[in-house]
């Protein structure tokens, strides 16, 4: 088996301020994900990549920068908080090239902005 | 567009009660979809329960099953007899199999049983 972590746990920024959340995977699986889910609502996809290197953008990129500079690493930046902006962010990996791919998914990241 | 509905919550049953939680989905721009139920139990993360690619076939897992409808489009979580531990969010989500990176998620249904 492997495991996703995700630092920080917590993450309590300020107003545009820039803040960027990290994410490991230990399953040598290619595809990693970002996702974005505000209370009593579903996921929404903000980045994923295939591969080392590579950045594709979900339905909620605007705002993010995200970074794959190893296999086992995804990188999130929010690019300039939002006041009041309160939501979870998930990271997940998945193997690559199936649609239907189970996603394993860490414990995620919640973000506070005062 | 594509789209994914199911049961609002929270539900809440007693232990060893049948439970069913409806999912229905919207498949316009995916041409071959496939349904997923993800669970997420109290301080744990998301995790698979039970996935099916194919229209007409049921998945199964941990006592839950789900059969793909495609005549209704929906995909509905049945158990026979839920237990305690069974208590956690529940997410339908509508994936194609040409794109990985393609998955709508439900809002997810809050599920308490009681003992």
């Known amino acids: 088996g492997g495991i996703i972590t995700q630092t920080p746990k917590f993450l309590i920024g300020q107003e545009g301020q820039k803040l960027t959340l990290k994410c490991q995977q230990n399953?040598?699986?290619?595809?990693m994900y970002w996702y974005r889910q505000d209370s009593g609502k579903g996921l929404r996809l903000i980045y994923y990549?295939?591969?080392?290197?590579?950045?594709q953008k979900g339905d909620l990129s605007e705002g993010y920068d995200a970074s794959r500079e190893k296999k086992s690493s995804f990188s999130l930046t929010v690019t300039s908080a939002q006041k009041n902006e309160m939501a979870v962010f998930l990271c997940?990996?998945?193997?690559?090239?199936?649609?239907?791919?189970?996603?394993?998914f860490g414990p995620g990241t919640r973000l506070t902005v005062l | 567009g594509d789209s994914v509905t199911q049961t609002e919550g929270p539900v809440t049953v007693s232990e060893s009660e049948s439970l069913i939680i409806n999912c229905t989905y919207s498949?316009?721009?995916?041409?071959?979809?496939?349904l997923f139920w993800y669970v997420r139990y109290p301080g744990e993360g998301l995790q698979l329960l039970l996935k099916?690619?194919?229209a007409g076939q049921k998945g199964s897992s941990r006592g839950f099953e789900a059969t793909y409808n495609k005549e209704t489009t929906s995909f509905h979580l049945q158990k026979a007899s839920v237990q305690e531990s069974d208590s956690a969010v529940y997410y339908c989500?509508?994936?194609?199999?040409?794109?990985?990176?393609?998955?709508?998620w439900g809002l997810g249904t809050s599920l308490v049983v009681n003992p």
């Open positions: 997940a990996s998945s193997i690559t090239g199936t649609g239907y791919a189970e996603q394993f």
């Open positions: 399953f040598n699986h290619d595809t």
């Open positions: 990549s295939i591969t080392e290197n590579d950045l």
């Open positions: 498949a316009t721009s995916i041409a071959y979809p496939n």
């Open positions: 099916v690619i194919t």
């Open positions: 989500a509508l994936g194609d199999v040409g794109d990985n990176s393609k998955l709508i």
